[in-house]
């Protein structure tokens, strides 16, 4: 008998911090995974029911994806963790041979709320496919996670409803924390680190310091692979947003890669990078792009605008997407205006890419010591 | 002064015969246009309103497509012709630098019957984009494809509303001869054969055999560079469409190709190309694509079927494209399911590839004489 090829997740996951703004606590690291490496800052596109919508996988490569995060909740109800599992395992399922991370569903209970009612031990939820009730503990997410197979389960948070009413955060608070000594052992009886699996812990808080300031601590009592800021970009404004960021990301341990959850537009990305995250998701880009909204250099750009109908420019001249190298504003403008599926398969590349881009760069600027001028110039184009 | 790099249009367009079948009139060749070579038997995607519907050029490019279709009575109604134009021409507006052909509304003329008036000048119909009315006449068609600037511009045709009607074709094919007859005039004005597009004509005649062999007796008194069989999968049975491919096909000169128009499915194709067809041009397999339908080698597969819920294996065993090469059944099921966008992404590039595959092969056996084999066991297979 030969000793079973396990590592240690210490080996399968690692985060190599590369680099540091000397002017605010941006950072630059890479986040190791048994699917390859993700060099951070990092933005993952969201692929809810297992695609990307309107990208093929070998695009989402082309225009620098380089990790990317399924939905818990859309995927068990349809085609369920089974039929993902029995074709495979998630990363088989998607055609994406990198890095996956998939959500617990904490978010859905947040934003799904007719229906749902949260209890102690777990939540029952509607279900959005068939209106079938649906029954979610930290126990069965992370079984259910286990069998989707990503390479980053997340921990089954209680997000609150409302950020800024302290007794319900101070509720989802304490919940979130026996929620993730929960998902903890049940993550361990899966074998823990020591599988191609890692767990995140979120911490929660809304915009109250002492919560914010609790939850982190408390999650960091798990010494677990990574960890995520949760319960931000639900409501409150940015500059609670910011404050909440000030507060959780210098409790989380610098050797561990910060996950902001659901964030969101550029100038975030520099508010939050500026204090210390690493990790980015959002629907943002395809979803603005099949509403026809496009990110560029020279800002935001409606291609439904009858400006650009005889515009043979491209879309953005400092761009090399498919979109703006084989395609005019032009041709854009008549593909939005005729609900063709091309506008939203292009507009999803550019966008796309533009994020993809803009992290590079803010990785670049981070190793050079100019994030504070690349974040000015960026903010002037927004 | 330069002698102007005019080419006459024998030179810019050539059809070389390769090979012939010895037991039927099947051939091939190829088809030579000022955007390239077409190997013929070919089937041209079609690209209505300026894209091939969920595929990216590129990706076109990659199945095997080497001439596509766009649509002169959409592209006039938007982004209309001048716009196109401006954008640098149909090619690039489409971001299509292969051959393209455009039809010339005779088809919308049959297909959108309310509000639609046919005069001997001309015919009168309705936008489909905002109910305003749009006039064409010959010399107007000629003038937009010549705007759009597609390698093959179309004769405008009047294809009769019922095929089997002998007193309305007699009259479709006389006003098809007239009409011809001012295209030919108002093409030569632009230029005529001596530029970078070429007109084909159009042989009407619905089932009938005199009307066939008049109108296309009078379609090749032209000396054109191709000529279409229109009027056909019009709302004739089978028996009915091979007769008048029968008739019409040996009476055009062998030294042109000949274009089956609107048609259609894989036995279509064998029926066609043994009666000495050599291009066509469906929506078929994008159409089928987004209602979840695929081609395959073990015959056609509806994608939404339960059978496929966690089967793993390819859809088609013997297809190279991306749908079968990087997705099982299991996940294509459930991309279908869920109405998501990369279903008939992933579903059009496999039946546009099974389509080119099944012309290549076709194709092949013409040149070793065993279309009759591939015929019989691609039936079989259907």
Same mark, same amino acid.
């Given at each position: 008998m030969t000793t079973p090829l396990l590592h240690s997740a210490r080996e399968r996951f690692s985060f190599d911090l590369q680099a540091r703004d000397p002017h605010t606590r941006a950072r630059a690291g890479i986040f190791r995974t048994p699917h390859g490496d993700v060099p951070t800052p990092a933005f993952m596109p969201v692929g &809810?029911?297992? &695609? +990307?919508?309107? +990208?093929l996988p070998r695009d989402l490569r082309a225009v620098g994806s380089t990790m990317i995060l399924a939905n818990t909740y859309h995927l068990h109800l349809r085609p369920g963790e089974f039929v993902v599992r029995a074709l495979g395992g998630l990363h088989r399922f998607m055609g994406w041979d990198g890095p996956i991370l998939t959500d617990s569903g904490g978010y859905q209970v947040f934003s799904i709320k007719e229906g749902t009612t949260i209890d102690d031990d777990g939540v029952s939820m509607r279900s959005v496919v068939d209106g079938a009730n649906v029954r979610f503990t930290p126990e069965s997410v992370i079984d259910i996670e286990r069998k989707l197979g990503a390479d980053v389960a997340m921990a089954f948070d209680h997000c609150p409803s409302?950020?800024?009413?302290e007794r319900e955060c101070a509720s989802a608070v304490e919940r979130t924390r026996r929620w993730l000594d929960r998902c903890v052992a049940r993550h361990r009886t899966h074998g823990g680190e020591a599988t191609d699996q890692a767990l995140f812990g979120i911490v929660q808080g809304g915009v109250f310091e002492h919560l914010r300031r609790l939850s982190a601590e408390t999650a960091v009592e798990h010494d677990l692979v990574g960890y995520a800021v949760g319960? +931000?970009? +639900?409501?409150?404004d940015r500059e609670q947003m910011r404050a909440a960021i000030d507060i959780a990301a210098p409790l989380l341990p610098e050797d561990k890669p910060r996950y902001l959850m659901g964030v969101g537009m550029p100038e975030d990305f520099f508010d939050a990078i500026e204090r210390g995250i690493d990790l980015f998701d959002c629907v943002t880009p395809t979803r603005h792009a099949r509403n026809h909204n496009a990110f560029t250099a020279q800002g935001r750009v409606n *291609?439904?605008?009858?400006?650009?109908?005889?515009?043979?420019?491209? *879309?953005?001249?400092?761009c090399d997407c498919t979109a703006c190298t084989q395609f005019s504003r032009g041709t854009l403008r008549h593909l939005c205006q005729s609900n063709e599926m091309l506008a939203g398969m292009l507009l999803s590349l550019h966008n796309l890419r533009y994020f993809h881009r803009l992290m590079i760069d803010i990785r670049a600027a981070v190793f050079t010591g100019t994030f504070t001028e690349l974040r000015e110039r960026t903010l002037r184009s927004l």
């Open positions: &809810t029911r297992g &695609t +990307v919508k309107g +990208v409302n950020p800024t009413d319960g +931000v970009s +639900v409501g409150e *291609l439904r605008n009858s400006a650009w109908r005889e515009d043979p420019s491209p *879309l953005d001249t400092t």
